[in-house]
T-cell receptor, first 114, second 116 residues
Framework: GIQVEQSPPDLILQEGANSTLRCNFS?????LQWFHQNPWGQLINLFY???GTKQNGRLSATTVATERYSLLYISSSQTTDSGVYFC????????????????FGTGTRLTIIP | NAGVTQTPKFQVLKTGQSMTLQCAQD?????MSWYRQDPGMGLRLIHY???????DQGEVPNGYNVSRSTTEDFPLRLLSAAPSQTSVYFC???????????????FGAGSRLTVL
């Protein structure tokens, strides 16, 4: 069935460590986004990355569409990186228009210890 | 400040009561949507709209109504609240980013609803 799986479900790291979060998806996508939900509940878009690699400061993301996975890298972690990271995709067989029906994974909860 | 505004932030209802969660955006986005977030389940799409006068169902539409009379507003109505509707609700909008050309979602701050 339709699946967006994220791993690991939980990750606890010391400040300054690097981390890799993974998102596997079950079918071809035309939209993939990464979001960060901070401890106060606010959801912030990090990357729009249906394919390829992007970088923004200490964060970078890579999507290998042919192998149906995406990776989010966080380098030199800071306590402000704590929260839940969500991957969301729109499957091609559902829609071709972009954001109409995003399917979210269940998230990776990242805790950065000072 | 530009963005997505949701009200109220918190609400407690009794079973059977009705209410409307308000959502407004000032970015002239055509697309708007409502999600609910439950523990351990990520976000699930309730309803969405691709423009004024156009709405459609998402993954979990039962018990919810929406309308889109203007580009700016997309209210979510609970006609007869049930305890299963206890959740955190997020409104989102999206438009084409002028730099990247991508359609990215911008979320409101969320509305926590408890149904007793």
């Amino acid at each position: 069935g339709i699946q967006v799986e994220q791993s690991p479900p939980d990750l606890i790291l010391q400040e300054g460590a690097n981390s890799t979060l993974r998102c596997n998806f079950s079918d071809s996508v035309n939209n993939l986004q990464w979001f960060h939900q901070n401890p106060w509940g606010q959801l912030i878009n990090l990357f729009y990355i249906p394919s390829g690699t992007k970088q923004n400061g200490r964060l970078s993301a890579t999507t290998v569409a042919t192998e149906r996975y995406s990776l989010l890298y966080i380098s030199s972690s800071q306590t402000t990186d704590s929260g839940v990271y969500f991957c969301a995709v729109e499957f091609k067989f559902i829609s071709n228009f972009g954001n109409e029906k995003l399917t979210f994974g269940t998230g990776t909860r990242l805790t950065i210890i000072p | 400040n530009a963005g997505v505004t949701q009200t109220p932030k918190f609400q407690v209802l009794k079973t059977g009561q009705s209410m409307t969660l308000q959502c407004a955006q000032d970015m002239n986005h055509e697309y708007m949507s409502w999600y609910r977030q439950d523990p351990g389940m990520g976000l699930r799409l309730i309803h969405y709209s691709v423009g004024a006068g156009i709405t459609d169902q998402g993954e979990v539409p039962n018990g919810y109504n929406v309308s889109r009379s203007t580009t700016e507003d997309f209210p979510l109505r609970l006609l007869s609240a049930a305890p299963s509707q206890t959740s955190v609700y997020f409104c989102a909008s999206s438009g084409t980013d002028s730099d990247s050309g991508a359609n990215v979602l911008t979320f409101g701050a969320g509305s926590r609803l408890t149904v007793l």
